[in-house]
């Protein structure tokens, strides 16, 4: 009975959240941490700073402690805590870690672009230039050098 209840609860919210998205990108997350841990609150700290600062309000955040509701974990498979789940816009998608790397938390949720690295010249900043050779390289190696994976 409690597992229907959750469902219906979920479901209502994923129905509000893909309304609200017609209107804009509205934000649908859902963090799930492990007690009362450093890790947990930091994690909850940046989320809710990103949230506050880069969406104004166009985002519904539910925080979610994976030993009192371990139901709601199973089905998001959340093996690692704490794990950030964008449900929308999609694509969903998936954060591990208490999300202090903000731009890679930025790219994850789609607010920001991924860019080129950056590398420090002479002059200043500027992108940084292919080396010969790198074209070779399959774009998940790319993609693991960007994202710094």
Request: net charge positive.
């Amino acid at each position: 009975m409690k597992h229907n209840m959750a469902i219906t609860n979920e479901a209502r919210a994923f129905e509000k959240a893909l309304a609200a998205q017609q209107v804009g990108d509205h934000y649908l997350l859902r963090l799930f941490v492990s007690g009362i841990t450093p890790q947990s609150a930091r994690a909850i700290q940046n989320i809710r700073a990103i949230c506050e600062e880069k969406l104004h309000g166009r985002y519904e955040l539910e925080v979610i402690d994976i030993y009192q509701h371990t139901d709601q974990a199973r089905p998001e498979q959340v093996v690692v805590a704490p794990t950030l789940v964008k449900k929308l816009p999609l694509p969903a998608r998936k954060l591990i870690g208490d999300l202090s790397h903000r731009e890679r938390v930025l790219v994850g949720l789609d607010i920001r672009p991924q860019e080129p690295a950056l590398a420090t010249v002479k002059d200043g900043l500027r992108p940084r230039q292919w080396r010969a050779g790198e074209e070779s390289r399959s774009r998940t190696c790319r993609q693991k050098r960007v994202l710094g994976c």
